[in-house]
């Protein structure tokens, strides 16, 4: 059942303003939070706004019309059983959650493909970017970042094993995967609450859903133990996944037309950026030591990278 909420212009123009420079709608959500809105309220509002820029529509004019009930994102049956079987080892599920559709795993690593993936990123390790929700600019984090860097899809055989890994426990096609990302998180460092699928409003993000889909589902893999903190966490439902190494965390957030119900009326529908707001997640700072993890975006069609 649609409720009405109040939609002050002065913010609607902010966001407007905002979207239009090239921000990127995550961070304006951001902002709008870190002011008091509800996540779901805020990515709403975000939502609303960029529709009407990206289809050349009236801006909402002092009011915002919400379903109270969000339709799930779609869940992938294939992880419904207890145990499965890749081509080289047994997985097992540990835990699950209905929204957002998620999955915890074990054995998803073995030890030494942790440490290979580890030797392998080291040296190419680069200070992770952020979009400055002033400026829209890339920009370098301060000393509380993390470091990254990607790996191609297929770069050697050990990428391609887990690669082949993956597309087979979450039942999507291994092309349909981006590069896998390695991310290494010292003392002290998080990451601040975020969604993973992409917000058409900026150029960048248009063209690659254009080229690729929009994101559908994150695969999370945790190469080492974390002394104290570093959690996955997930405010929306209050859930967090302590980082243990060779356990994988999965879940979903679309089918890449939104979660939405053509037949049913739903304004979200089709939009590609009306992803599951419950999928709102974090990573948690490093108390003790620090994290190392392995991150594997998946498309709803073929990935197709930049310059390709």
Known sequence: MPITVKFSNPVRDWIAHNLDRGADGRDIVRELMSNGTPPDLANAMVNAVAHALRNGAPLPDGKLVLETETPSAPVRRRLQSSTMATEDRQVRVLARLSRPAATLLSNVLSDEECEQL?????????????????????????????????FRPGENPVIQAIDQRIARLIDRPVDHGEGLQILHYPTGAESTPHFDFLMPVNEANRASIARSGQRVC???MYLNDVPAGGETTFP?????????????????YGDGAGPGD?????????DPAAGDPASLHAG?????GEKWIATKWVRDRAFVPRGA
């Open 262 to 270: 053509p037949a049913a009326g739903d304004p979200a529908a089709g």
């Open 236 to 252: 929306e439902v209050g859930w967090s996944v302590v980082p243990q190494r060779g356990h994988a965390l999965h879940f979903e």
């Open 284 to 288: 948690a700072p490093v108390l003790q």
């Open 218 to 220: 994150t695969f999370i």
């Open 118 to 150: 580890i030797s392998a990123a080291r040296p190419r390790l680069r200070p992770s970017l952020v979009v400055d929700p002033i400026t829209g600019l890339d920009v370098a984090k301060d000393h509380r970042s993390s470091w990254g860097m990607f």
